[in-house]
Each structure stands twice: as structure tokens, then as C-alpha cells.
């Protein structure tokens, strides 16, 4: 049977993706927030996982206002990069897991959770920035990605509480596919950061903290977290942080918390990190 292992929750920042794909990732202002990856680097490497199924929201790069899924499944056998203005990044393609992709589709949606099913999509700084973070540069990633896209850009999005329950389902569909695999499940996106307005530049450290704590300890109580205190505390952007939960949903209630790490600012986000393990 497949088995949930581990859950990695890290920020998605496009200009993350742009330090390193310039070579920038050495420069006195990003040499500290790469070199709080390396352990991950390494642990990535050493887990060696067989799929990934990463949790992020599309940046309009694949839906536009046209089209809003509130949760969508990507179950294709290839996902190219996205073209965000300046051409596609210079990473490899994204290959799917077609097999997983649909048997998880069935068993939440015969859960009750009414996924969109995508089979053609370009993914965006927010799926590949966190594999570059945990994967480095290689000429192919190294296990294939199941993307779960989750709407927080237009309003309104999906509640952390609901977040969190489609991780448990998630869970059991993973628990129920016939095969013998090791998953890790991405959450990506947050912490603190507002793009636009009169509190643009917003961060908010012992917000984001007190959420890393929650993540580890206490996970349900983030879950009775309101969009207007995510909106208030961590900025318009901070919403984001509703996808950590569907990861955190689908590891056991007791994971044991391997790594953390925190840094700000990265552009004009705070960044934050953090891998769990099943123990079970
Ligand atoms: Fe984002």
C-alpha cells in the first residue's frame, strides 16, 4: 500500500526561483535564506520519496478570473513551466503521476470532496520554486509531482478548517492506492506578506511563529483561524497559509517535526519552513 511519510511546508516566493535560476543564490542578501535550506537539500536527497504531491495556488498563469476551482487535481502525464513574463524558468518539466492522480480524484470525490480534474496545465513559480528549494538543480526532478491547486487569489478562498479535512482525505486515498510507494506532501505559499495597498511590505514574525508552532504541536487549533484574522495578522497573501493545513491534515496528528526554519524578508515576504515525519 502507499503510505504517507512526511510533509514539507515551505514559502513559494517567485523571486526565490529567480536568485537561483540567475545565479544570485551566493549574493550577501540570499547566501542566509539558501543556506537554510541546505539541511532540507539533504534530507530530500536521503528521503528519496517515490511521488510528491505538491499543494500550491496557481498564479493566473494556468486560470485566469475566467475559471476559479476552489480545489483542482492535476492528473496529467507532464506539466510544462509556465511562461510569467519573462519565459518559462529553465527547470525540467514537471512529470505527473497519472495513476495516483486519478485514484486520488475518485477516492475524494466519492469522499465528498468535488475536485476539478485537470489533464492539460502549465505550473507556475508556486509548484517549482519549492522544488528547486528542496530539490536543487538537477537535469530531471527526481521523483514525479502530483500538483493540488487551491484557489486563494480570488475571494473566496476554501477555509483552513476544509483545508484541513481535504488532508485527511487525502490521506485515505493515498492509504487505499495498491501500490507500494513513499509520498511526501507539499503545503507551500505564506508566511506573513501583503502585495498590495496601504500595508504592502506587511510581515508579522510572532504571527508566523506562533503558526510554525501550531503546525508542529497544535495543528487543529489553526484550523479555527478565520480569513479575516489570516488578512489582518499575516496580510492579503497570508491566506496562502490555508494550504500548510491540507499537508498537515494528512500526516498523523503527533508527526514528529524534523526541521524548521524561518527568515525574513525574502523580496517582501517572510519566509518559513518546515519538515514533519510520520513516526508511524
Ligand atoms: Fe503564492
Redesign the pocket.
Request: net charge negative; proline share 6%.
Given at each position: 500500500m502507499a503510505k504517507i511519510i512526511a510533509g514539507v511546508a515551505t514559502?513559494?516566493?517567485?523571486a526565490i526561483g529567480a536568485a537561483i535560476d540567475l545565479g544570485k543564490s551566493g549574493e550577501a542578501y540570499w547566501q542566509p535564506l539558501f543556506k537554510g535550506y541546505e539541511r532540507s537539500k539533504k534530507w530530500m536527497a536521503e528521503t528519496k520519496p517515490d511521488v510528491a504531491i505538491l499543494v500550491?495556488?496557481d498564479?493566473a498563469s494556468a486560470f485566469s478570473l475566467e475559471i476559479i476551482p476552489t480545489f483542482a487535481l492535476g492528473c496529467a502525464a507532464e506539466f510544462p513551466i509556465a511562461d510569467e513574463g519573462w519565459g518559462p524558468r529553465k527547470v525540467p518539466v514537471v512529470k505527473g503521476h497519472p495513476e495516483l492522480a486519478w485514484h486520488i480524484a475518485q477516492s475524494v470525490i466519492l469522499d465528498e470532496f468535488d475536485i476539478t480534474i485537470v489533464n492539460k496545465m502549465p505550473v507556475d513559480?508556486?509548484l517549482t520554486v519549492p522544488l528547486s528549494l528542496l530539490c536543487g538543480q538537477p537535469a530531471e526532478w527526481p521523483f514525479p509531482v502530483i500538483p493540488l491547486l487551491v484557489n486563494?487569489?480570488q475571494y473566496p478562498p476554501p477555509t483552513g478548517h476544509r483545508c484541513y479535512a481535504l488532508g485527511q482525505a487525502l490521506r485515505r486515498a493515498v492509504e487505499t492506492f495498491d501500490k507500494d510507494l513513499r509520498v511526501v506532501v507539499f503545503g507551500?505559499?505564506?508566511m506573513s506578506h501583503q502585495l498590495q495597498s496601504e500595508r504592502a511590505g506587511l510581515i508579522n514574525s510572532k504571527f508566523d511563529n506562533r503558526f510554525l508552532d501550531g503546525m508542529a504541536q497544535d495543528p487543529e487549533a489553526l484550523t479555527k483561524i478565520q480569513h479575516f484574522e489570516y488578512v489582518r495578522e499575516a496580510g492579503s497573501?497570508g491566506i496562502?497559509l490555508v494550504m500548510w493545513l491540507i499537508m498537515r491534515g494528512a500526516l498523523d496528528r503527533d508527526a514528529r517535526e524534523v526541521y524548521r526554519f524561518y527568515h525574513v524578508p525574502a523580496s517582501n515576504t517572510a519566509v518559513g519552513h518546515m519538515i514533519l515525519e510520520n513516526k508511524h
Open positions: 514559502s513559494h516566493v517567485p500550491y495556488n498564479h513559480h508556486g486563494v487569489i507551500t505559499g505564506g497573501e496562502e
